[in-house]
């Protein structure tokens, strides 16, 4: 029986991929800010640990306490939709700090095991966002292309000892509502719309929010993430989703 650590897990991607693993007979640590157990069904193959990916302490008792894993997933991270002209460096330094540093950060902590038992998998969890240009999104497919490009070079450094790195780049999903979550992490980092934006502005929240597909399910990300660590023939990116396929085919 295998074991795979998921970051992430509260809602959303990683959510439903510590079900899908779940119920194919792995143990899986699914982990989160503030832990909550009653959002997973109850497994003897479950474990639920509090993971903070900007925290080095947090990432630390994490992987003491997870012991040797088979896969790890690094799938947290935060939204954002902003004009970058209105959005502060210390907001860019934050959206950095979850959704890339943290991935290399818990990749970096666990990379010893990985490499002394010569055998594992990492799957990266990006966005779609980077196969396309979109507006508002400048900061946050920043922070995703980064992540693109050091797993692309990563999987060639730990080739070596036997161990895969893979991408999976999700589409936009009304199971994870990223345009209102977006907006409410801008009020949160006091990001303001400059005023010769706010036209602008409000018609791409209205576009995003009146896109009628195609779509990508939690199920789509899950299912790919499954092939990624199961098959080693996929290629290292793997599209999640109808809409992220569509972009992956016209690129």
Not at 148 to 159: D, G, H, K, P, V
Not at 191 to 210: G, I, K, L
């Amino acid at each position: 029986m295998k074991t795979i650590l998921i970051t992430g897990c509260s809602s959303g991607f990683g959510l439903e991929t510590a079900r899908y693993f779940l119920e194919r007979g792995w143990k899986v640590i699914a982990t989160m800010r503030t832990p909550r157990e009653d959002v997973l069904p109850r497994s003897e193959h479950l474990r639920v640990l509090a993971l903070d990916v900007t925290d080095p302490r947090s990432i630390r008792e994490t992987v003491e306490a997870a012991g040797p894993i088979d896969v790890l997933v690094n799938n947290a991270g935060v939204g954002l939709m902003s004009v970058f002209e209105g959005t502060s460096m210390e907001t860019v330094r934050a959206t950095f700090e979850a959704n890339t540093f943290g991935a290399m950060a818990v990749t970096q902590a666990f990379l010893p095991r990985f490499r002394q038992q010569k055998a594992g998998v990492i799957v990266n969890v990006s966005s779609s966002t980077t196969l396309k240009p979109l507006p508002m999104l400048a900061v946050y497919t920043a922070s995703k292309a980064a992540i693109n490009a050091f797993t692309e070079s990563l999987a060639l450094e730990l080739q070596p000892f036997n161990v895969r790195v893979s991408l999976v780049l999700p589409g936009q999903s009304p199971e994870t509502p990223f345009a209102q979550n977006a907006q409410a992490q801008m009020r949160k980092q006091g990001v303001a719309v400059p005023e010769a934006y706010s036209d602008f502005a409000r018609s791409v929240f209205e576009r995003r929010t009146r896109h009628s597909g195609p779509f990508t399910r939690s199920l789509d990300v899950a299912e790919a993430i499954w092939r990624a660590v199961n098959d080693p023939s996929c290629p290292i990116r793997q599209p999640a989703g109808a809409d992220a396929v569509e972009l992956a085919r016209s690129t």
